[in-house]
């Protein structure tokens, strides 16, 4: 039954006056309309009599009457109001109340629409039975009214979802058979159950009167789940109504509850999903501690963030350049691939990882990964372990390099044997190996079973007795695959195969995604910089809990420790409800909804019929906005109808074209062009262009004057000869300080390693490592016939050369095999004689042991970047002004010097060319097919 009402019914006295109104109004006609003349016309009607209306037109004083009643109505305050007081009498009230989550913003409405039932109930002298849905233990039985009063008032909104279910069967065990008369259902309109709906259980109780009373479905929004990605921060948010378009705002607060950034959420009409984006720096968005949409104040319009939302900060270095011709064959491509979603990728600025780790360093990354890096600068490795004893996780990859490296490396989190283990080879009895399902404990917990991952090559730990403790991953064999180390507060993680699809089939699976993913997210998210992170536990103690309204609050009450475990992802429940679970030093956040959740409108298929009301407060429904925005309508009309009487229409098309020209004027409004050039020249400039402009062969000056004039005149001797018998022509050679010149113009640099020059300092030698790892060769000439590897014999010059290799992270290396790409380059080579013929030359060992073309996993496209020899190629290269040698050969022997030359071609043009010539291997076979 609707009754109409009006808060001030003194105000509709005003009525009895609109009759005066309307006889004000049709003696006050409208003004005259003007018009502006030419002179003839206006002689032409001197005569004419003027006209004026003498009342003004009925239906327009009518518009202007009903303008008058709308505001005298709408000061009047009417209202319509439903009478929801009448129960049936044929049974209790029953009042099952949802005091979940969503019920948070109207509990006071909520509450005074109970209590208007229960006096309604006590008139009636009815008993009252009054069940809550998110309560964990309640007596439902029917009672007084009184009772039910104080249950109301000791009701309080949980920061949980309701369970009807539970609440509809506490209901039917304390009417014990009775059936209800009036059922009222204070809902908040969401649905829990699709299976059964929450009306057809309610249904099932058999009332005589089944009312649904809920609030503007409108306002309950949830936020979901939250992306934390490379440029910015994504959260999914779901609302119940999805009719009306809705415009809100996403917050993002830090740990003390200030607002640091903000971001626009949109719903279109029809939408019941959408996303918000915060677009910040990480750093900014790491600092984040909560979400919420504003305007919205319940739990699940709050998403708690820890540190495992944070996004990390991981450099990566490579132990060579690669090629980006063939990406899939470089070091650090798969990785970049799979964290680029997850986290902020740094590399280092310069090849030079001297400098470049300390400038890593500086930035305070969470992880620091090394794909095949063998040996570090000496200098790197302290303030790599201060990194680590701060907070910083390193993992490392396998390869040749590593392989190669000392065994007493302490960057390793294991103690390796030298060399590679090999599976399915010749000489190998076993097959590759597949991976061994993950252990139910430590960071790969609850993966599934890596079917289908082999391995066919990785490095082995020597076996000790905690070797199992840690190994996170190991092959069907139990031979360790990825092992870790803790060190401070930080970790040391190997996987012991390479970085790519070489060695294993783990970094092009689904596997290596995730493996990669949750050890980046065991560091540190502030990096070095942060205190070290507490120690994970199994079981945490509530540390902050989230109340309905979507604040955190210390009253941890009954909240039991929450469990964590890798496999199942925790619930908020009565015994855990949402919110922060640890200590102030580290902590996890339990969000009241799953990362899936949908908001879905409560549904019933039962034949019953069913009340819908609205809450108290929203029942009253106020005519004064509409009347108000009815005299507004008539206003506007009132006036328009005004200025076209007066004929101010007539002059629109000229006003109309006057503006369109102003606003070509505006648009069209040239802006003086800019001919100015920035001048972004720098001094040196000129040595730069002449050095990419022309290739120059190089030697590392000693301070030795004879030693460096030999090395001078014998790149010139190579240069002439290269003009004579090749198409190449390059410069002079250039003398190089190894500690101050560019290195990156040459592709070929000559080092005559001297016992009795100045030795290196290390940031030289740093500096020739980042040269050969970013693809340049260094060709290391001991000039004494023994080269300085591969014998007993040892010289000074052999020993200075340990020395200095010794802080180099060099490849494995052996002698130039008989088919290299080294020996047919260009002229067809046995050996490589210089003014010496006693050593042989050095090269960069293949990785899979075989014989036959360079290294393809080398950078450079194939080019060895270490060349070492004894056999002194610049003696034997050397020339006068007047074209003759300088020194002799040992033997004399011109055709070992012309030998000497064209070892010296061979060299130039694999620098140059690369290893495209390697296909010469198959041509026996190709031609003998052509034969046949």
Known sequence: MNALSFATPAVLGALLALPLIWWLLRLTPPR???????????????????????????????????????????????VLNRDTTALSTSGPLTLVIDNGWAAAPDWERRTQTAATLIDAAERADLPVSIAFTAEQAQDATPGTAAGAREKLAAARPRPLATDRARTVETVAAALDGATPGTLAFLTDGIETDAQTPA????????????RVIQADAARIAALTTVTNGATSMSARAVRLDGAAPLVATVSALDAQGRVIASGPLTFGPGERETTAELNLPFELRNDFARLQIDGFQTAGAVRLLDDGFKRRRVAL?????GSDFQPLLQPLYYIERALGPYADLVKPDSPDLATA??????????????????????GVYEPMQRWLANGGTLIRFAGSRLAAAPADDPLVPVLLRQGERAFGGALSWSEPQPLAPFPPTGPFAGLPNPDGVTVTRQVLAEPVPDLAQRTLASLADGTPLVTMKDDGAGRIILFHVSAEATWSNLPISGHFVEMLRRLVQLSRSGGVSAEAQAAATATLPPWRLLTANGSLTAE???????????????????????????????????????????????????AMPVTRLALAGDSARPLSPWLYLAAFLMLLADGLIMLFINGAFRRLPKAAAAAAALAALAFLAPLAPDYARADDSRPGDEL???????????????????????????????????????????????????????????????????????????????????????????????????????????????????????????????????????????YLLHDF?????????????????????????????????????GNDFAGAWAIDDAGNAVLPTVPADETQREHAFRAGVNIMMYMLTGNYKADQVHIPALLERLGQ
């Open 32 to 78: 005259p309309q003007q018009e502006v003349f030419p002179p003839l016309k206006i002689l032409a009607r001197v005569l004419k009599r003027e006209e004026t209306p003498a009342k003004s037109p009925w239906w327009l004083t009518a518009l202007r009457i009903a303008l008058a009643a709308a505001i005298i109505l709408a000061l009047a305050g009417p």
């Open 556 to 606: 941890t009450g009954n909240a039991r420790p929450l469990t964590l475990n890798p496999a199942t992802p925790p619930k908020a429940s009565h015994d855990t409800p949402p919110g922060l679970y640890g200590s102030e030093d580290g902590f996890t956040a339990l969000n009241l909804l799953p990362a899936d959740a949908t908001l879905e409108p409560i549904a019933s298929s039962a």
């Open 357 to 378: 780790i300390p400038a890593l360093l500086e930035q305070n990354p969470s992880a620091i990964i090394m794909a095949d890096v063998g040996r570090l600068p000496a």
């Open 317 to 321: 270095i490579s132990g060579e350049s």
């Open 199 to 210: 009306l057809d259980r309610l249904a099932n109780l058999r009332p005589a009167d089944l």
């Open 833 to 869: 004689t210089g003014r010496y013929n006693g050593s042989p030359l050095w090269v960069e060992a293949r990785s899979d042991g075989r014989a036959s073309a360079t290294s393809l996993s080398s950078s450079g496209d194939g080019v060895s970047p270490i060349l070492i020899t």
């Open 688 to 826: 730069i262009l002449d050095r990419l402009k022309t290739t120059r062969l190089a030697y590392v000056t000693t301070g030795e004057p004879e030693v460096d004039r030999i090395s001078q005149q014998g790149l010139a001797g190579l240069t002439d000869f290269l003009l004579w018998r090749t198409a190449l022509e390059p410069g002079q050679p250039v003398g190089l300080d190894i500690a101050k010149d560019e290195l990156a113009f040459y592709p070929l640099i000559y080092w005559p390693v001297s016992a009795t020059a100045p030795m290196p300092s290390p940031e030289a030698i740093s500096r020739i490592d980042a040269y050969m790892r970013a693809g340049g060769t260094v060709l290391f000439d001991t000039r004494d016939q023994i080269g300085g590897l591969g014998g007993t014999q040892t010289s000074p010059n052999t020993e200075r050369l340990q020395a200095i290799l010794g802080n180099i992270d060099i490849p494995p290396l052996e002698p130039v095999p008989e088919n290299h790409v080294l020996a047919r380059s260009f």
